[in-house]
């Protein structure tokens, strides 16, 4: 009981998280070395494991000013997906997000982090398709405009590096990683969201997934060290939301695109054993 009292009050928005989110990890000073950020993410790591549930929405509160106009949340998806951070930042980032989605407890957390790719993906089909503007030749109305995210905010990263990518593939590979998580962590009907198109795009997230694994493959057959990770996560991601969600399942064996190339992943004989992460590519588009 005193263990969650102690890591409730270091949760307080003007506590040990806002120094670690807004001061700490949001700093490009050079006096904030990479030690002193590991060992604070570790620390609010195990503070977030030590407390109370309740405590947990603090990652979901935005402050009034410009320092803390981003949720921790925001923050902590950002220092995770950055490009110019060292590889054990990424890691140390994705492993608190992957033990606070991962608690049942929290399912919240899962959930929000998902509607963020929700409310990003809408947002961007309606600025794409002009869905705000009126109809020509007083035609039909098209479907209201959109309310954008807050720039920055957890959701639009973590499209933006799925959509990304072929050319930025280590965030793609968290980014990834995360949303499986959310899938097993948070509500049943998540898959059923990110595979149905909405009602400003016929785009669905699914699609964004499935149109960056050829390069992603392309990328991993000639030798790239970070492809072979992240096509990992795009299989795992896509296994995971395949599982009891038919729709997805028939859009995944009906990509005229993509099934060739899951095909040739599935089979040894096709994937040379040389390439690091063979068995595990392998094994992975089998599953799918």
Same mark, same amino acid.
């Given at each position: ?16 998280? =806002? ?5 700490? %990890? ?34 979901? $509160? ?26 054990? %930042? /990424? ?5 608190? %997000? ?26 961007? #089909?309606? *600025? $794409? &398709? =002009? ?5 020509? /030749? ?11 995210? !807050?720039? =920055?905010? @957890?959701? $639009? ?15 793609? *590979?968290?980014?990834?990683?995360? $949303?499986? *998580?959310?899938?097993? =962590? ?8 990110? #595979?149905?198109?909405?009602? &400003? ?13 050829? #390069?992603?493959?392309?990328?991993? *057959?000639? #030798? ?18 395949? +599982?009891?969600?038919?729709?997805? @399942? &028939? ?16 089979? !040894? +004989? ?8 063979? !068995? ?6 089998? %599953?799918?």
């Amino acid at each position: 009981a005193e263990a969650s009292k102690n890591a409730q009050a270091l949760l307080s928005f003007n506590s040990f998280l =806002g120094v670690c989110c807004y001061d700490l %990890l949001a700093s490009a000073s050079p006096s904030m070395s990479l030690n002193m950020k590991l060992r604070a993410l570790a620390v609010l790591q195990s503070t977030l494991s030590a407390s109370d549930v309740e405590a947990h929405k603090s990652l979901l $509160i935005r402050g009034n000013d410009a320092r803390t106009a981003r949720r921790p949340l925001d923050l902590l998806v950002q220092q995770m997906l950055e490009t110019e951070v060292p590889l054990k %930042l /990424h890691a140390a980032a994705a492993a608190l %997000l992957a033990a606070v989605v991962d608690n049942r407890k929290s399912k919240f957390l899962a959930d929000s982090l998902a509607e963020d790719v929700l409310l990003a993906h809408r947002a961007s #089909g309606a *600025r $794409i &398709t =002009g869905d705000a503007s009126p109809p020509p /030749h007083g035609g039909a109305s098209s479907p209201a405009a959109v309310a954008a995210p !807050p720039e =920055g905010s @957890a959701g $639009i990263l973590l499209l933006a590096a799925l959509k990304s990518c072929s050319e930025r593939l280590r965030p793609a *590979r968290f980014a990834s990683n995360l $949303i499986s *998580r959310c899938f097993t =962590g948070g509500s049943p009907d998540l898959r059923q969201k990110f #595979g149905t198109p909405s009602e &400003t795009s016929r785009e669905t997230i699914l699609s964004v997934l499935l149109s960056g694994l050829p #390069g992603v493959e392309r990328s991993y *057959r000639a #030798g790239d060290g970070d492809a072979g990770p992240t096509l990992c996560a795009y299989l795992a991601l896509l296994a995971e939301w395949c +599982k009891g969600t038919e729709v997805v @399942a &028939t859009t995944v064996a009906n990509s005229a695109a993509n099934l060739p190339v899951l095909l040739q992943l599935a089979d !040894p +004989k096709q994937t040379t054993t040389a390439l690091p992460h063979a !068995p595990f590519v392998s094994g992975l588009a089998g %599953l799918v």
